[in-house]
């Protein structure tokens, strides 16, 4: 399957799906009033390549600012790779990457944590 790169724009954030290393990253700014339209390709994307690999999946968000549809978004991708972890046995995690001034998208990354029981997420500080 090849991989997939959504460049950014003003409004959303880059996505790179890289399935030569299984390290899958979005990163940037999500201003989008229609999330669903710019995430429903990334997930279908992401549930047909998950019926496919056997390999460790390694899934970075790097977000300097997102609003509540694209965190909407990210926990119902999180839940997809989550539901993937439990049924596959593959070693999945997920890395938040947050600078270490920013607590907004600290507590994002936070009630993420809280919310889903099974799969890793680490938050990661960035350092300036």
């Known amino acids: 399957m090849k991989s997939l790169l959504i460049e950014s724009t003003p409004y959303t954030p880059k996505v790179w799906l890289d399935t030569k290393t299984n390290i899958f990253e979005i990163s940037g700014e999500s201003y989008s009033d229609d999330t669903v339209a710019f995430f429903e ?3 279908e994307w992401l549930q047909e390549f998950l019926t496919k690999n056997t390999q460790p999946i390694e899934f970075n968000f790097c977000m300097n600012y ?3 549809g694209t965190s909407k978004r990210f926990v119902m991708i999180i839940s997809i790779l989550e539901d ?7 070693w999945t995690e997920v890395n938040w990457f947050v600078h270490t001034d920013d607590a907004d998208i ?4 936070e009630d993420f944590q809280e919310y889903f029981e099974t799969i890793p997420i680490n938050i990661k500080f960035i350092r300036e």
């Open 106 to 109: 600290m507590t994002i990354g």
């Open 66 to 68: 997102l609003n509540t």
């Open 41 to 43: 390709p990334i997930m």
């Open 84 to 90: 993937y972890y439990k049924s596959s046995k593959v």
